[in-house]
T-cell receptor, first 117, second 112 residues
Framework: GAVVSQHPSRVICKSGTSVKIECRSL??????MFWYRQFPKQSLMLMAT?????????EQGVEKDKFLINHASLTLSTLTVTSAHPEDSSFYIC?????????????FGDGTRLSIL | QQQVKQSPQSLIVQKGGISIINCAYE??????FPWYQQFPGKGPALLIA?????SEKKEGRFTISFNKSAKQFSLHIMDSQPGDSATYFC???????????FGSGTRLQVQP
């Protein structure tokens, strides 16, 4: 089955640090990947849509200069949280859908727990 | 119009019982309705999904019932097991948009 790998699984760092999270589709190509954010006991909220070879599309209220997205290949998207602050602490999850078949479901990574001290 | 409403917020079921989770949507453009299961500290895993051209889909102990006219769909877990204890999310999207809109989630606890 389709596998999405996300790395790292957990990050703890000081306020002001920039953190990069990687999302890889291991056995399929994904022109489009999605980044979600999930607070404790809450649902997943879409942050942005990552498009290979072009700019990401951000949801309303998400700062594009704060959350930098790069989708440099058909199997890798990265999310960089720049100058992170405690309010950025959250569970970040990526997803991808196989390009070949238009009706394929999205597959999710196991998430990255970001804790900013 | 992008909202998906999910209920109940939490659910306690005895082992062997039936767990039922309901969702309602407003956007008639939605044409794909998946259900995801999430364990603590993990990403959501696809359980089962349905499209509006069928009213029911069954995979093992999991069944989706879909009512297009009422814009509602539900997940039924038959013979619920303690291992089913997790948070369940319904979601919806349309082929053009591709991103998922999630319901608020239901925390299911199956008691032995």
């Amino acid at each position: 089955g389709a596998v999405v790998s996300q790395h790292p699984s957990r990050v703890i760092c000081k306020s002001g640090t920039s953190v990069k999270i990687e999302c890889r589709s291991l056995d399929f190509q994904a022109t489009t990947m999605f980044w979600y954010r999930q607070f404790p006991k809450q649902s997943l909220m879409l942050m942005a849509t990552s498009n290979e070879g072009s700019k990401a599309t951000y949801e309303q209220g998400v700062e594009k200069d704060k959350f930098l997205i790069n989708h440099a290949s058909l199997t890798l998207s990265t999310l960089t949280v720049t100058s992170a602050h405690p309010e950025d602490s959250s569970f970040y999850i990526c997803s991808a859908r196989e390009d070949r078949w238009g009706n394929q479901p999205q597959h999710f990574g196991d998430g990255t727990r970001l804790s900013i001290l | 119009q992008q909202q998906v409403k999910q209920s109940p917020q939490s659910l306690i079921v005895q082992k062997g019982g039936i767990s039922i989770i309901n969702c309602a949507y407003e956007n008639t453009a939605f044409d794909y309705f998946p259900w995801y299961q999430q364990f603590p500290g993990k990403g959501p895993a696809l359980l089962i999904a349905i499209r509006p051209d069928v009213s029911e889909k069954k995979e093992g102990r999991f069944t989706i019932s879909f009512n297009k006219s009422a814009k509602q769909f539900s997940l039924h877990i038959m013979d619920s097991q303690p291992g089913d204890s997790a948070t369940y999310f319904c979601a919806a999207t349309n082929t053009g948009r591709r991103a998922l809109t999630f319901g608020s989630g239901t925390r299911l606890q199956v008691q032995p």
